[in-house]
Every structure is written in C-alpha cells, then in structure tokens.
Nanobody, 115 residues
C-alpha cells in the first residue's frame, strides 16, 4: 500500500484546509484509515479515523471542527479542517491499517496556522 498525502499549507487562524490522501497498491487489504499529526518533541497523535464500514472517530481536540471522509472507491481519504487554531500546527500523516502486517504511512504534509 502506498499513501500520498497533500493539501497542507499556511493558513490564518479561523481558516480552513482540506487534506487529501491517495491510496494505491493493495487497497483491498486496508481495514481502516486515519489522519495523525505530530509536532517536534511530541508523540504522533490520532486526529481522526474511519473504519471499513464507514464509522468515524474524531479526537476531542478537533471534534466539531475537522471531518474525515472517504470516497466510494476507498482510494481517497480526506480531512476537512475548519476553524483552524495555532495549536493545530503540525505535520499531518495519512495512515492505513491492514489485516496483516504493520500500518502504512504517507510522507506527511505540513499544516501551519499563523497570522
């Protein structure tokens, strides 16, 4: 499975961004996908996830502001981020959980929220 994330950038507080992640390869093996983020010196944390049956989970810190979604082919994963705050600044990673073996990760995309 290969994951290619895109859509990061610089945005002012209160603004919006949409991250995209394109999955290719053995996508039939993917059970769930998600978005994580990481800042220097901190552990990577889960932002949102979506299971194969469509069930979604969002971290408390982004609930009501961020929305994870997936296209019908399950090859595109999105994270719509609204009402962005400076504390949302991080590198965002796309993640895929497969039935057997380690998780797969995209290359990361930088999101910077600053005036």
């Amino acid at each position: 499975v290969q994951l290619q994330a895109s859509g990061g950038g610089l945005v002012q507080p209160g603004g919006s961004l949409r991250l995209s992640c394109a999955a290719s390869g053995s996508i039939f093996s993917i059970n769930a996908m998600g978005w994580y983020r990481q800042t220097p010196g901190k552990r990577r944390e889960l932002v949102a996830s979506i299971a194969s049956d469509g069930r979604k989970n969002h971290a408390d810190s982004v609930e009501g502001r961020f929305t994870i979604s997936r296209d019908n082919t399950k090859t595109l994963l999105y994270l719509q981020m609204n009402s962005l705050k400076p504390e949302d600044t991080a590198v965002y990673y796309c993640n895929a959980v497969v039935a057997f073996g380690p998780d797969y990760w995209g290359q990361g995309t930088q999101v910077t929220v600053s005036s």
